[in-house]
C-alpha cells in the first residue's frame, strides 16, 4: 500500500515519533514499582542505555517498539515504500539490540525484553507473570493496582 502522506509530511511524522517516557515504558515501569523494586531510568550500562535498570539485581528491561526493534507482530511490519531504506535501518537495529545483549549476559547481567504488543490490559495478568518470575519475586501485585493514570489512559483505548 502507497503512503498516504508525502515524503516531508512522513518525514515530520517520524520525528515526532517519542523515544522516552512512551505509554508502553510507563506502564512497565508503574509495574516494576508497584512490585516495590527500586530502578533507575534509561541508566548506561556499559555500552547500552536500557528502558529499566535495577543495579542491585543486575537486572534490565528494555520496553522495545514492535516497529522499531522489528518484531515479528503485525505492529513490525514494514512500510512498502522506501523499503529498503526501512530493511537496512530495522536490521542494524537488531544487530545493535543482539550485541547489546550479549555484552550484558557476558558480564553477568540478565535482561528481559518487552515488546509493545505485550502491553495490553487482556494481557496484563501475563505480563505482570512475566516480570515477577524476571525478578525472582513473589507475587505482591493485585490486579488494578496499576497506577490510576496509566489505567485510565489503558481504559480510554489508547493504542500503544
Known sequence: MPDIFTKEKRSSVMRAVK????LPELIIQSLVRDMGIDYERED??????????IHDLKK???INGC???GHTCRKGKLP????????????????RDRNNYKELKSNGWNYLVIWECEIKKKKLDLLIN??????????RIQKGYLNKEIKSKLQEGNKL
Not at 44 to 50: G, R
Not at 80 to 95: H, P, S
Open 19 to 22: 523515544h522516552k517516557d512512551t
Open 44 to 53: 548506561y550500562v556499559f555500552n547500552t542505555k536500557p528502558d529499566i535498570v
Open 60 to 62: 534490565v528491561f528494555f
Open 67 to 69: 516497529f522499531w526493534h
Open 80 to 95: 512498502e515504500t522506501n523499503k529498503e531504506y526501512w530493511e537496512n535501518k530495522i536490521t542494524k537495529t537488531r544487530k
Open 130 to 139: 512475566k516480570i515477577e518470575r524476571f525478578l525472582e519475586i513473589n507475587p
